[in-house]
């Protein structure tokens, strides 16, 4: 973070031949990327019957994207509850959606950022799985807040700890610097330094390491490139 630079982020189908279907055409269209040997319970819906009385449990597989961060954020924290990690891994699908950024890139920043680890908390005080200085979670809790059109609530540096909150501040701070920079590279190594020592040096053209924004994307880029394990 700022000033710092760290090391090496179907319904259930009235008739079985509906089903037979459903399960030809994951078997065509799923990619063998995707592929796995186990995956966790699908997610469960209740829906009405056609009657309008009887209840009918349905059944869908998870996204591929979801269960591509669950298996990255299990192969990192083995140890963590399978719900904890589906949290997570939706938690940072639903914010990189609405940021338009690759959730792959926030589970990359949060592996070199934290290592998975939630109360994390940095020689300079960063915390969370993004590595958030308190003094920046504060700004970007209450910006967050006015742009929801929502009062600003009390903000605690312990807040940052929570992994959704901190998900959630963290890919929001990403996808205004890269609004800042227009530039993905700047915009890490801003994450990393702090936007306003980045501009400084831009505009007195003076040099600035760009090891963080590097080693992100390698990570990044291994991401993209394995297989899913869970």
């Not at 959606?97 to 908390?121: M, Y």
């Not at 590279?185 to 306003?196: D, K, M, Q, S």
Request: charged residues 25%; contains cysteine.
């Amino acid at each position: 973070m700022e000033k710092r630079l760290k090391k090496t982020l179907a319904r259930t189908s009235n008739c079985g031949a509906n089903c037979t279907k459903l399960v030809l055409l994951v078997a065509l269209f799923t990619p063998a990327f995707w592929s796995v040997d186990r995956i966790s319970a699908p997610i469960e819906e209740t829906t009405h019957s056609d009657d309008g009385n009887a209840l009918v449990t349905a059944e869908r597989p998870r996204p591929r994207q979801l269960v591509k961060a669950y298996s990255i954020v299990k192969s990192r924290r083995p140890e963590i509850a399978d719900m904890e990690a589906w949290r997570i891994s939706e938690v940072i699908l639903e914010e990189s959606s609405r940021h338009q950024l690759d959730p792959l890139l926030i589970l990359a920043i949060i592996q070199i950022e934290s290592n998975f680890q939630h109360a994390a908390v940095s020689p300079v005080g960063a915390r969370g799985l993004m590595q958030i200085m308190p003094e920046t979670g504060r700004y970007l809790a209450d910006a967050l807040h006015r742009e929801c059109g929502l009062r600003p609530a009390d903000f605690r540096p312990e807040s940052l700890d929570d992994p959704s909150h901190n998900i959630r501040l963290g890919t929001y701070y990403l996808h205004g610097l890269r609004k800042q920079f227009q530039d993905l590279n700047l915009a890490l190594i801003a994450y990393n330094l702090g936007p306003g020592e980045v501009q400084s040096r831009i505009e007195n053209n003076l040099e600035f390491s760009a090891q963080f924004a590097d080693i992100v994307l390698d990570t990044y880029q291994n991401y993209k490139e394995s297989p899913t394990r869970f």
